[in-house]
């Protein structure tokens, strides 16, 4: 009878406490990089890398918390990575031999930001700012590079990125799975639906499986988007 009685009481109560819940749908465009420390900063050189241009995509969930505090988790499918200057002293080129010259790193992640957000009432919107945790499971990858010979391009190849703990190829990249970090966000809500936010995530964790260096994953994204089913104003 007791538990009859408290599912009772969790039903009438959910509509009340979810029904103020709100998800809603975004997108972007972002410019990412990749930060090497250790043995392969000393090695690479300030300046090797240079922004990667990619997208993301959020479905997100605005949850009231108390006053003008939200919590807002995210699930963010995002393209990042890095792009590779040319630096001839890294690789010189040697008269009649084949040399590599890498392009461009690109890595799909699946993320979960969690932010607590604080609205201020501005206008006919919101100004709405963030901070909070992150984490993140790579997906698929890829490495392009290009063959030179002579300091002439020969071809242009691209060798796969796969995430794991362990294993490995000679034709594969191995990368950490796993990545963590902070994300910061400031942006504004349109007559409470239509939003568009600044935000930037910065990776805490190594991604580099080897032993003398340390790579870390970082980026700026603008993102737009629509929440619907606002019940909280």
Same mark, same amino acid.
């Given at each position: /009878? ?6 009772? %009481? ?5 509509? &009340? ?12 465009? +972002? ?17 090797? %890398? ?9 479905? /997100? ?5 108390? &006053?003008?505090?939200?919590?807002? @988790? ?30 461009? %790193?690109?890595?799909?992640?699946? #993320?979960? @930001?969690?932010? /607590?957000?604080?609205?201020? @009432? ?25 063959? /030179?010979?002579?300091?002439?391009? #020969? ?21 950490? @799975? ?8 400031? &942006? ?12 930037? +995530? ?7 499986? &080897? ?12 993102? %737009? ?5 606002? #019940?909280?104003?």
């Amino acid at each position: /009878m007791k538990k009859a009685l408290l599912v009772c %009481m969790l039903l009438y109560a959910a509509p &009340g406490v979810f029904g103020q819940v709100s998800i809603g749908v975004r997108g972007g465009f +972002n410019a990412s990089n990749i930060e090497f420390g250790g043995g392969a900063g000393e090695t690479i050189g300030t300046g090797y %890398m240079k922004p990667l241009y990619g997208w993301h995509a959020d479905l /997100m969930f605005n949850i009231p918390v108390a &006053g003008r505090f939200y919590l807002q @988790p995210y699930l963010r499918y995002i393209r990042k990575g890095a792009t590779i200057r040319d630096q001839p002293w890294l690789k010189p080129d040697i008269p009649g031999l084949t040399v590599t010259w890498g392009s461009s %790193m690109e890595l799909d992640y699946l #993320e979960l @930001p969690v932010n /607590m957000v604080y609205k201020l @009432p501005v206008g006919r919107g919101h100004l709405v700012g963030g901070v909070g945790p992150y984490v993140g499971y790579g997906l698929k990858g890829k490495y392009n590079y290009r063959l /030179m010979r002579n300091g002439v391009e #020969e071809a242009r190849e691209v060798r796969k990125v796969r995430f794991s703990d362990s294993g490995g190829d000679a034709s594969t990249i191995r990368m950490q @799975p796993w990545e963590a970090g902070a994300h910061l966000s400031i &942006g504004y809500e349109f007559f409470s639906t239509f939003t568009i936010a600044a935000n930037c +995530n910065i990776g805490l964790t190594d991604i580099d499986r &080897g032993n003398d260096g340390r790579s870390r994953n970082q980026y700026l994204g603008l993102s %737009m988007g629509f929440l619907l089913n606002r #019940e909280d104003y």
